[in-house]
């Protein structure tokens, strides 16, 4: 069965703060990893990730993925309140193309 | 361009009663798909449409939840009878491409349920 493992769990940080968020998985027949943004109900799309060293950048989030070690890390440079979330990563593997695998999230609490 | 949309966005209702909960994806979206998140515990995939017909229905937990997509729109996800242990956020979201594949998944606030 397919697993995805996030960690910290929760995390508290101050503006101007770095974060950086885990993410390991283990998938048959991995597609790709995704990550997602979830302030109050909807989670948002940030990146999908297949190749393993390529960064995706949008702003102050980047993120990349290493295939070899079965991880993932989400960064966010000089944190703002607004980056208070859940952020989610979710792996796509099999044969499915519609099924995301999710790992329970960390909780970024930004203070002013 | 209106999102993906829920209804309703709380229910509460009886172990036992029926609840019947209702996904308008984003329109020319052919995909949809329903998860759930119970309390303390990871979104889980539940099920996916293509257009009318369901393509995977791997993670739909017994057989007292039905879903349908009726003419390839709008979905509805029966709960009948529930359980407390149904108790959870469910998520519907849609694509317009096959799948998480390209990553393009558009999620809806959810429909958080109730069973007491």
């Known amino acids: 069965e397919d697993k995805v493992v996030q960690s910290p769990l929760s995390l508290v940080v101050h503006e101007g703060d770095t974060v950086t968020l885990n993410c390991s998985y283990e998938v048959t027949n991995f597609r790709s990893l995704l990550w997602y943004k979830q302030e109050k109900k909807a989670p948002t799309f940030l990146f999908m990730l297949?190749?393993?060293?390529i960064e995706k950048k949008s702003g102050r989030l980047s993120s990349i993925l290493d295939k070899k070690e079965l991880f993932s890390i989400l960064n966010i440079t000089a944190t703002q309140t607004g980056d208070s979330a859940v952020y989610l990563c979710a792996v796509v593997g099999g044969t499915s193309y519609g099924k995301l695998t999710f790992g329970q999230g960390t909780i970024l609490t930004v203070h002013p | 361009e209106a999102g993906v949309t829920q209804f309703p966005s709380h229910s509460v209702i009886e172990k036992g009663q029926t609840v019947t909960l209702r996904c308008d994806p984003i329109?020319?979206?052919?995909?949809l798909y329903w998860y759930r998140r119970v309390m303390g515990k990871e979104i889980k995939f539940l099920l996916h449409?293509?257009?009318?017909?369901?393509?995977?229905e791997s993670g739909m937990p017994n057989n007292r939840f039905l879903a349908e997509r009726t003419g390839g729109t709008y979905s509805t996800l029966k709960v009948q009878p529930a359980e407390l242990e149904d108790s959870g956020v469910y998520f519907c979201a849609s694509s317009q491409l096959p799948g998480a594949g390209t990553g393009e998944l558009f999620f809806g606030e959810g429909s958080r349920l109730t069973v007491l």
């Open positions: 329109s020319g979206h052919d995909n």
């Open positions: 297949t190749s393993s060293g």
């Open positions: 449409f293509v257009k009318e017909s369901k393509q995977d």
